[in-house]
């Protein structure tokens, strides 16, 4: 998972900001333990100096060794005197183990009672003798258990806050990013009302949807512009059009027009040519603007290529051409059933129209991951891979094409019924040939 | 603006469209605002056989109706004032039950549902063939006078079509047609005497609500007329230029 993505970057901070916080956590322990040894190693020091003041003769030590033992102040601390051959002389406690000179830190091993931890000062005195003085530095029992469960408790909190932080924003950011995403899906599907939602707590989000939505109230407003461009081309142009049209039809029955009756209907042709561009670009701008999917109902895909594979049947016949229809399993989608016959259709009569006398065509739909994949398929010339994507624009007719008939608006209508579809349209090489899928999404 | 023009007057034959002279003209009310488009209507159904007159406004179409009757609409939907299927709704509010084609520049499919939610027989969009434009009035006629009727065996002249049973028959001999053929045949044959357009066809038998760029309607005809021949016997068919077929029944 790449760090760019958020929830990796969630899962790395946490991931750091907990090492850091048990290293933090782990230092405050061994400091603490490090400023009490301080501690006990400084009195060990103090009492010892007290103790052999002077340098007083063993038996003066002893005398001491009782004295500082009686004293409350002192009665935590452990004395041992022993003699150069290991002799008990004095003090209240047994080492079984012996320690180093100077400072160490002894444990359970050394069986004094009451003792878990502790600090032992060996000095060495100037006749053999050996003075061992030991402080506990654990006072209480289990105080370092209660030590760890107190820095345990507390670092663990801050931790716990850390992360439901953390957490609690990245759900904060992620909530902000799904509203961006679902009224941006709305737009694609059409829904050019949908807008963020605006909760009024002000801030970066905020401006950042009121940014967004006033982005979408101008492509509207632009959209809103184009569609009334269209609506007003539809009517202003379709009146003077049908006028037209009727003007010639009345011209053509009268019997002083028997003359030119070749250039009237030459006329007729032009104007009706006019008019299947003019209805093409509607049906494009109707298809795109999403009204139909309220038709939307579940169709077969192997009804509908056997439908629209037998509606072609006599012209592909007609043509020399050969109709195959792969055999395929049955797979539903959710959709219109006359636009998809349309857009099969189209691209049915573009492989006649594109392709020699003889060229075989194939009609197949199968599933494709979690898709249904329609594809017409031929044997002719193809389109070269430079050349596919102006195929695919509005009045984008290739060189090879322009004395065929057509006005480059069919497959840019496939591709707008394959966008209201939630699908895709993809031109691609069948080796000889064109292959051109559309991919729609399956219904279960 | 308002004005009569009689079937006497108006040139004669469109396609063969005219209609039987000892008839009565069935009476037509244009509500069009575009007053050419209007006259060149006139003049049009005049020829094919109607009594036609034209009203411009909404409103006064409305009070028309209230006191002369008519046989078909044609209401233009953009109108002054009253957008048409306003007037069509105020129309079938006040139990006017002629029939209306409503003719329209806007062919969107919301709007063509809006239309005929709102009352319509039928929706032609601008521009369309006059010959279209007849049928469909013969057709919402015919739907009134018997919107029961069985229309699973149907005949005209020698050819008798049934759709349920798949049977075709001419001069009483069957005739092997596929089902595609047979529904084409049983819409030509439903309307003989009547231009049916290649549009209608497409809608009526391949249910498409779009004209493809090959012919698909005329290589099927072609087909039918082949399986329909009968040494001796005239074609069935015939094909009117530009606009569509024509069963002479």
Redesign the interface.
């Known amino acids: 998972m790449p760090l760019r993505s958020l929830r990796a970057m969630v899962i790395a901070f946490i991931a750091m900001l907990s090492l850091a916080t048990l290293l933090t956590a782990a230092a405050v322990y061994f400091a603490l333990m490090g400023a009490i040894d301080v501690q006990v190693d400084k009195r060990l020091e103090r009492e010892a100096a007290e103790l052999l003041e002077g340098n007083p003769p063993v038996a003066q030590l002893v005398e001491r060794i009782a004295g500082e033992m009686r004293r409350r102040d002192s009665a935590d601390i452990g004395f041992l005197l022993r003699a150069p051959d290991g002799k008990h002389l004095a003090g209240n406690i047994v080492l079984p183990a012996p320690v180093p000179p100077g400072i160490s830190t002894i444990g359970k091993e050394q069986g004094i009672a009451g003792l878990t931890r502790g600090q032992a000062l060996l000095t060495r005195l100037p006749g053999g003798a050996a003075l061992t003085l030991v402080a506990e530095s654990e006072p209480i029992e289990h105080h370092d258990a209660q030590r760890l469960r107190i820095l345990a408790a507390g670092f663990g909190t801050i931790l716990l806050l850390l992360i439901a932080g953390t957490w609690a924003l990245s759900r904060a950011i992620t909530a902000r990013i799904d509203r961006l995403r679902t009224t941006a899906e709305s737009i694609v599907d059409g829904d050019m009302q949908a807008r963020v939602p605006i909760d009024g707590l002000g801030g970066p989000f905020e401006r950042q949807a009121e940014a967004f939505n006033h982005m979408l109230d101008r492509i509207d407003a632009l959209m809103v512009s184009l569609t009334g461009i269209s ?1 007003d081309i ?2 202003d142009l ?2 003077p ?7 010639i ?2 011209l053509a ?2 019997p002083e027009a028997e003359a030119v009756r070749g250039e009237i ?1 030459a006329l ?2 032009q104007n ?1 040519e006019i ?2 561009m003019f ?1 093409a670009i ?2 494009i701008t ?1 298809v795109e ?1 999403g ?2 999917r ?2 939307f109902a579940r169709i077969d895909l192997g009804d509908l290529i056997e439908e629209a594979g ?3 049947d ?2 592909i ?3 020399g051409h050969v109709l195959t229809i792969a055999p395929g399993e049955p797979l539903a989608v959710e959709g219109d ?2 636009l998809l ?2 857009a099969l ?2 691209l049915i ?1 573009n492989a ?2 594109h392709t020699p006398p003889g060229t075989r065509i194939t009609l197949g739909v199968r599933r494709h991951g979690d898709l249904a994949r329609l594809t017409v398929r031929d044997d002719g010339p193809g389109i070269p891979e430079e050349a596919r994507t102006h195929a695919l624009r509005r009045f984008g007719r290739l060189e090879a094409s322009r004395n065929r ?2 006005h480059g608006l ?1 497959l840019p209508l496939v591709q707008a019924i394959a966008r209201l579809h939630h699908g895709t349209l993809e031109l691609a090489d069948a080796a000889p040939g064109l292959a051109v899928h559309l991919d729609l999404p399956l219904v279960p | 603006m308002r004005k009569r023009t009689a079937a006497a007057q108006a040139q004669p034959t469109v396609s063969g469209l005219r209609m039987d002279e000892n008839a009565s003209p069935l009476s037509v009310l244009v509500v069009e605002d575009d007053a050419e488009l209007a006259q060149l209507l006139a003049e049009q159904l005049g020829a094919a056989g109607y009594q036609v007159e034209i009203e411009a406004d909404g409103r006064a179409a409305i009070d028309l109706v209230a006191v002369r009757p008519f046989d078909v609409i044609l209401l233009d939907r953009m109108l002054p004032a009253i957008d048409g299927v306003d007037v069509l709704k105020r129309l079938r509010r006040e139990q006017v039950d002629v029939p209306v084609i409503l003719l329209t520049a806007l062919g969107r499919l919301a709007e063509r549902v809006e239309g005929l939610d709102a009352g319509a027989d039928d929706y032609i969009v601008k521009p369309f063939e006059i010959d279209e434009l007849v049928a469909r009035i013969r057709t919402v006629l015919r739907r009134r006078v018997s919107p029961n009727a069985d229309n699973s065996t149907v005949s005209a002249g020698d050819v008798t079509v049934s759709l349920l049973r798949h049977r075709v028959t001419r001069a009483g001999q069957p005739i092997e047609l596929h089902k595609t053929e047979i529904k084409l045949l049983a819409e030509l044959v439903r309307a003989a005497g009547s231009v049916v357009t290649r549009a209608m066809l497409l809608e009526k038998v391949w249910g498409y609500d779009f004209v493809p760029t090959t012919n698909i309607v005329d290589a099927y005809i072609r087909r039918v007329r082949l399986k329909l021949e009968v040494p001796g016997l005239p074609d069935p068919i015939a094909t009117v230029r530009g606009v569509g077929y024509m069963f002479r029944g």
């Open positions: 609506n539809a009517h379709r009146t059009l049908a006028r037209l049209h009727g003007r039809q009345a029955v009268r209907e007729a042709a009706g008019l299947q209805a509607l049906r109707e603007g009204d139909r309220a038709l037998a509606a072609l006599p012209v016949e007609e043509s059933a006359r016959a349309q259709v189209n009569e006649v129209n008939p057509g069919g």
